[in-house]
């Protein structure tokens, strides 16, 4: 028998301000029903001008370096849309705002909201060669789309960071995955822009194929039935995408989907993200604590994941929730990361979108804003300079 791989650990952060959907249905002359309803969609979080993916990273790691230490973390994963430089990995920040360990390859991950799932994927492969290693994987992002257009309302930011070992105390997975990609232009971001271009529909479209394709090739490798799974855990770029996406996949497979059995399969893995918002790599991974945190006892169940990102490949993989499991969760810490938020207004929320940080490479400090464990302190020569509050 092979040694059981998976999350040991998984923690979150996210952004100190956040908007709520009235605020924008009011200005944007729309039915508020059409984001809470409709997409699914409350409230969104936003980053203030001295967050970035690197601080919220550093905060959602940093409680699981100081339950588990740092030993035997030889590889550091983290996956973003939203990168800080095109060439200096974002987790190398970390060595000093969270003391990763030096002894450790550190690595950045980029395919649209999938790169997470390509971490845990990396990461048992190298566990399964050395089950005593430990790999420490993150998914960061802030999903931000221009003013005034469909994307707008699932705009948020997250990160999740989960520590990956053999015998794991949360999720072991397993071995087994269908894959499926396919050159599409659904949604993007040139280099030179900060908002992401999309073609909302053909990306609704392209998500649910690729989750089928994915299912297809997942039951292809000998993977077990749909209803083994006592729950299914989707990436939410809005959470009535989760819905969509698993009625698809049903009806392709001749099973009715009555609303009453799509709650039950996605119901629990919506309640963080209805609040937070697309969270893009880090947002199927917030489906995980949101299902782990609000479902009852899951022990011995089987989930299923199911991974997209945009251009696009999408992956479904599956696992075993582990005895004693409750134990490791980190609930309490979630429900405050989004709780403590501070509300936005719209003209505040309009500052914050349109501001775009100094680029002369001269010396400026950030106005302090967060209140979150990590700040971007200032720009100076053209580098970040961050630090712990
Ligand atoms: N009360 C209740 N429901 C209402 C309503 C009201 N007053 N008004 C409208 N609705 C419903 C509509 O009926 C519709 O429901 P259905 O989808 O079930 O038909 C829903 O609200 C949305 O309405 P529209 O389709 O008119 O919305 P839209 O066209 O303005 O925007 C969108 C939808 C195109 C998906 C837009 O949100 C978007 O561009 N999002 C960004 C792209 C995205 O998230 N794509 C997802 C797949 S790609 C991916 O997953 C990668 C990634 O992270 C980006």
């Known amino acids: 028998t092979t040694t059981p791989v998976g999350i040991h650990d998984l923690s979150f952060a996210t952004t100190h301000y956040a908007l709520d959907h009235a605020v924008l249905a009011e200005r944007l002359g729309v039915d508020r029903d059409k984001f809470y309803l409709g997409i699914g969609q409350e409230r969104m979080s936003v980053a203030a ?98 003013l005034d257009t469909p994307g707008e309302p699932t705009q948020g930011a997250a990160a999740v960071a989960m520590l990956v070992t053999a015998n794991p105390a949360i999720l072991a997975l397993d071995p087994i995955s269908g894959l499926y990609s396919a050159d599409i232009m659904d949604f993007w971001r ?54 969509k996406a698993h009625r698809h996949l049903l009806e392709s ?39 782990l945190d609000h479902a009852d006892d899951l022990t011995g169940k089987a989930l299923a994941m199911i991974s997209y990102g945009s251009g696009s490949v999408a992956e479904f993989f599956s696992g075993t929730v582990q005895p004693g499991y409750r134990a490791h969760l980190r609930t309490e810490a979630n429900q405050a990361a989004i709780s403590s938020r501070e509300m936005l207004d719209y003209d505040h929320y309009r500052a914050l979108h349109e501001a775009v940080l100094p680029t002369d490479g001269a010396y400026h400090a950030m106005a302090e804003e967060t209140r979150r464990p990590f700040r971007l302190a200032a720009m100076s020569g053209h580098k970040r300079i961050y630090e712990a509050r």
């Not at 908002?195 to 297809?216: F, H, L, R």
Request: hydrophobic letters at 40%.
């Open 253 to 291: 497979q001749g099973h009715t989907a009555e609303a009453a059995d799509l709650e039950a399969a996605i119901g629990a893995t919506t309640t963080y993200n209805r609040t937070v918002g697309n969270s893009y790599t880090a947002s199927l991974y917030l489906g995980l604590a949101s299902l």
């Open 190 to 243: 040139p280099n030179y822009r900060s908002e992401a271009i999309v073609d909302g529909k053909t990306s609704v479209n392209a998500y649910q194929k690729a989750a089928q394709e994915a299912w297809s090739d997942y039951r292809r490798q000998g993977g077990r039935e749909l209803g083994e799974f006592a729950a299914f855990c989707y990436h939410q770029p809005f959470t009535k995408m989760a819905y």
């Open 49 to 146: 001008a001295d967050e970035d993916i690197v601080t919220i990273a550093a905060a959602a790691a940093q409680p699981i370096l100081e339950r588990h230490g740092t030993d035997n973390i030889r590889t550091v994963l983290l996956a973003t849309e939203t990168g800080v430089d095109q060439s200096k990995a974002a987790a190398l920040y970390l060595h000093s705002l969270i003391g990763l360990p030096n002894a450790a390859r550190v690595v950045e991950l980029k395919q649209a909201c999938y790169g997470g799932t390509a971490g845990l994927a990396f990461a048992a492969g190298l566990i399964a060669r050395d089950p005593s290693q430990r790999v420490l994987v993150i998914a960061a992002d802030i999903a931000k789309y221009e």
